[in-house]
């Protein structure tokens, strides 16, 4: 099931993508990056976005909150995360495709080395070198919606 994200949600929402992150963390980062991720996905920063704009989707089974994927109005995806017991099961797919059917043109993000396949399967095409951005190396990648 696919649901908006309220302000209810965002300790389940902070809990899912920490435990994600630091047990999986399998990108090139530094430890300012460690620390700013952590502070990005803290539930006021959640919020602040939320009352911005961003709009944070979940992904649930049987009330058990197993993916996330949040956009700003601008297209452009903040945070993408299934749970490692749950992914090859479609449901990151199922979850971008509810997503991009929900926003109207294209969809860009900015994908750490170890995403960069996931967004590619997509159909994310990769529009610059790799930078590093708060600590964090990602490459900025682009889905181009059809007309």
Not at 95 to 123: C, M, R, W
């Amino acid at each position: 099931m696919i649901d908006l994200a309220t302000q209810e949600d965002l300790t389940e929402i902070n809990q899912l993508i920490e435990t994600i992150f630091t047990q999986e963390t399998l990108t090139k980062i530094t430890t300012e990056g460690y620390d700013n991720f952590l502070r990005f996905i803290s539930q006021s920063s959640l919020l602040q976005r939320m009352e911005g704009g961003s709009k944070i989707w979940l992904y649930k089974m049987n009330l058990e909150l197993v993916g996330v994927l949040e956009i700003n109005q601008k297209n452009h995806i903040f945070l993408y995360f299934v749970k490692k017991q749950y992914r090859g099961k479609k449901i990151g797919k199922t979850l971008f495709n509810h997503v991009k059917n929900e926003v109207s043109g294209d969809i860009t993000a900015n994908s750490t080395d170890y995403a960069l396949p996931i967004y590619q399967k997509l159909g994310f095409v990769q529009t610059g070198i790799p930078i590093n951005c708060g600590g964090i190396i990602v490459s900025p990648v682009i889905f181009r919606q059809k007309p």
